[in-house]
Structures are given as C-alpha cells and as structure tokens.
C-alpha cells in the first residue's frame, strides 16, 4: 500500500448503530487529519493530530470521537449519528515537526457515509 | 483569517480549448496557495502550489497558476483541456510559515465536451 488509504470505502448505518473509520498512512507523516465533504459545502476540518497529539477539535459535535494510536493510523468512531452526517470523511497527513506543520497535506480516497 | 472564493461552480470547455479556473483569496498575511483536483469517487491530488518563491507556478498534467498580489488571485489555466481533466477542482489558502490550516473554497467542477 502506497499514499493514505482508508476503510471501508463506503458505510451505510442507522443512527442507533457504532462504526469506526480507519485511515492509515504510509509517508512516514507526523500529522494527520479528518475532514467532512459534504454536497455544495467547503471541505471542513474536523480534527488534527500531531505526533498523536489532538492538536485541533474544530467544534465537532461528540457523536464523532477521533483515536490517534500512532502517527501512522487515525480512527473516527462514530456513534448515534444523524441523517446530516451524510458525507465524505477524508483522512490526509503532512509532515512537520512538533511545532511546525509542512503545508502539503496528501488525502486518502474517503469513506461515503450514509446515515439511514 | 484566510477565505477563498471560487468564481463558477462549474465550468464547461471543449476538447483542446483553454482551461481557466478562478480562485481569489482574502489573507491577513502572506498567503501560501494550492490547488487540489478531485477525481470521481477519489480523494483530492495536490495540483501545485505557490509557497513565495516563483509567482507563476507549473504543477502536474500541464497545469499552471499565477500568483498576483495586486488582485488577490491565484487563477489555475491550462493551454488545452483534456478528456481526462474532467474533476471537481479546489483552491485552497494557508497562513504563513507552521501552520496547518487549509482554508478550501467551495470548488469548480470542470467537464470538457469532446
């Protein structure tokens, strides 16, 4: 595996249930990212790690709850969402020290989320 | 703060004709800039970039933009558009040197009739 992958692909499920995203990074990065995509919205941040640091919670409502075991893999359990959580989850990472963020930020292909 | 408005959210061009996606950003102080391309059912590719050096930035499959001051703009072109090109395109703004926000705009999504 090369780049940011994340699994599963595609996840569809009912608000009472608990999933979890995966993302997993193989650039030897230090920080890595969840954002939202949804239809006709900008790409918003909702977490940033560093060195498995939360360094960023950008107001996101607690039924999304992040896990940074290592700077390598990037979790987001999710738990009663609701039908607006529909959308992509990206995950990306960077490179940087623990005080500084290099810029580029390279994304995986996404998880599509559909809350029925 | 940082803001980055994209001018069309879709843009129509033929086969072999001139590509320009529009980005204007607002930023409180020296800005660093990207593009990012989002194919179908994809995450977002970094494009190019503009990081203060070169104004006119050359990045991946023929594209091009120039940073100008002046106008507050970061305008993606390329000479001659391709089936292939055909994607969501992003236009996004960061503080100076460290920091790790990327403030995105809204995107362009590009088809290219044959």
């Known amino acids: 595996e090369t780049g940011v992958t994340q699994t599963p692909r595609h996840l569809v499920m009912g608000m009472t249930n608990k999933k979890s995203l995966k993302c997993e990074q193989h650039l030897g990065h230090n920080a890595m990212y969840w954002y939202k995509q949804s239809a006709k919205k900008p790409l918003e941040l909702m977490f940033v790690?560093?060195?498995?640091?939360?360094?960023e919670n950008n107001s996101v409502p607690s039924r999304f709850s992040p896990e940074c075991p290592n700077s390598s893999h990037l979790f987001l359990h999710l738990h009663t969402l609701q039908p607006e959580d529909s959308a992509l989850y990206l995950c990306?990472?960077?490179?940087?020290?623990?005080?500084?963020?290099?810029?580029?930020?390279?994304f995986g292909p996404g998880t599509r989320l559909t809350v029925t | 703060a940082q803001s980055v408005t994209q001018l069309g959210s879709h843009v129509s061009v033929s086969e072999g004709a001139l590509v320009l996606l529009r980005c204007n950003y607002s930023s409180s102080v020296p800005p660093y800039l990207f593009w990012y391309v989002q194919y179908p059912n994809q995450g977002l590719q970094l494009l190019l970039k503009?990081?203060?050096?070169?104004?006119l930035v050359k990045g991946i499959n023929g594209f091009e933009a120039e940073f100008k001051k002046s106008e507050t703009s970061f305008h993606l072109t390329k000479p001659s558009a391709h089936m292939s090109d055909a994607a969501e395109y992003f236009c996004a703004v960061t503080r100076g040197a460290g920091s790790y926000q990327l403030t995105f705009g809204k995107g362009t999504k590009l088809s290219v009739i044959p």
């Open positions: 503009y990081t203060s050096a070169a104004t």
């Open positions: 790690y560093n060195f498995k640091e939360q360094t």
């Open positions: 990306a990472s960077s490179q940087g020290t623990r005080t500084r963020f290099y810029r580029e930020q390279y």
